[in-house]
């Protein structure tokens, strides 16, 4: 079996889709499956190239200008997915609009897999919305976008499937966006994730300090204003506190601002873009995460802090498995009140503790073996239902 899985991101690049796509791509080629990955990069000019794991990779470079980039795009998928037995589609944009346009020749399952929404993370962006995603479509601020809106559906209604992580973002899209129960599914993202070494924990209060971190993009889906106007009231309840912000985007330096506006220039700490080794030493290091977005459909950082048990506060949008999230801090990404109260209580010696106990009492035991075994099943009766057709 050949699947040709297209996505907007790709290692070294930083995102959801990029590091979703590497493990799944890596364990599907140890599987026997062949695997090309379809994908934009900062090459100059269109590259193809075998990797260590054994899968193709075809890089679209992204520096071209809209329109040719979209083309390149849809060149490569209508050639490259000839003799491909299913292509899998990892949004409904950049790759997603291409990839339908060529299997309009190639005529081949389609199956897509949303790790977000991307319309709602541009209209956050955009200032045309400040809402949770649930509360997005519900107050219809999604009719800004109709246009793309528009076009998104029209890759929704071509395929043949789609995959979501857990029942937060299908229900969302069954009620609001052109997707049948009977085409969605869910394939929950792993729980469990390989080793890597990292410092001690007891490094996680050097010096007296306590760091709360967070990693990610700094975009406005990530709730990260109200995260330093908190922080700013707590280092008054305990001037051990440190906030380090590991991560780049556009939020940037409206974030240094706010928290030059703040004086703490002092006690807040961005250090950019780390690499995995990199950020599981910071987490190791930190007191306490925090991970308080508008919405958070695939928290990897969340469990990259489960897996090296960290306490963790959690935004109450979020589409971790119900067995986990049931069992975490979890506080309203819309109010400060709340998010000061959750992490203030876990300052206190004794039920940090009990936190950490909690931590370390949950089971993560899903691997990235297990998702590539669930996408075959998928992948092997999408193609017999196609050939009935």
Request: some cysteine; proline content about 5%.
């Amino acid at each position: 079996m050949k699947i040709l899985i297209a996505t907007p991101l790709f290692p070294p690049d930083i995102g959801g889709p990029a590091t979703y796509v590497f493990n799944l791509a890596n364990r599907l080629t140890r599987k026997g499956i062949e695997v090309s990955v379809l994908t934009y990069g900062s090459s100059l000019r269109l590259l193809w190239e075998k990797t260590e794991a054994g899968f193709e990779k075809i890089e679209i470079p992204s520096g071209d200008s809209k329109p040719r980039r979209y083309w390149n795009f849809y060149s490569q998928a209508r050639q490259n997915s000839r003799d491909a037995d299913v292509i899998y589609v990892h949004d409904l944009w950049s790759a997603g609009l291409p990839v339908k346009w060529a299997n309009a020749f190639s005529k081949k399952p389609l199956v897509a897999r949303l790790g977000g929404d991307s319309l709602w993370e541009m209209a956050l962006e955009a200032g045309k919305t400040e809402r949770t995603l649930p509360d997005f479509y519900q107050a219809q601020d999604n009719n800004y976008f109709y246009t793309r809106q528009m076009l998104q559906d029209s890759v929704l209604k071509a395929c043949d499937k789609v995959i979501f992580s857990s029942n937060f973002l299908k229900d969302i899209f069954l009620r609001y966006r052109p997707v049948w129960e009977s085409r969605s599914l869910i394939i929950e993202n792993p729980s469990w994730l390989p080793p890597l070494p990292v410092a001690s924990a007891s490094d996680s209060q050097d010096n007296g300090v306590k760091t709360l971190l967070f990693a990610g993009r700094l975009v406005k889906c990530k709730n990260l204003e109200r995260l330093v106007k908190v922080f700013a009231a707590l280092v008054k309840i305990d001037s051990s506190l440190r906030l380090k912000i590991v991560g780049g985007g556009p939020q940037m330096e409206r974030l240094m601002a706010l928290g030059a506006y703040y004086n703490l220039d002092a006690k807040i700490q961005f250090t950019g873009v780390l690499n995995q080794a990199a950020l599981m030493n910071e987490i190791s290091r930190a007191y306490l995460c925090l991970l308080l977005s508008l919405g958070e459909v695939s928290p990897n950082f969340a469990l990259e802090c489960l897996n090296l048990k960290k306490p963790l506060v959690l935004t109450s949008q979020n589409g971790l498995p119900e067995n986990i999230k049931n069992r975490l801090v979890l506080v309203n990404p819309a109010s400060e009140d709340e998010m000061s109260r959750a992490i203030a209580s876990l300052l206190d010696s004794g039920k940090y503790r009990a936190y950490c106990e909690t931590i370390a009492g949950l089971e993560l035991t899903r691997t990235w073996d297990d998702v590539a075994d669930e996408h075959i099943k998928l992948f092997e009766s999408s193609l017999a239902a196609f050939s009935r057709k």
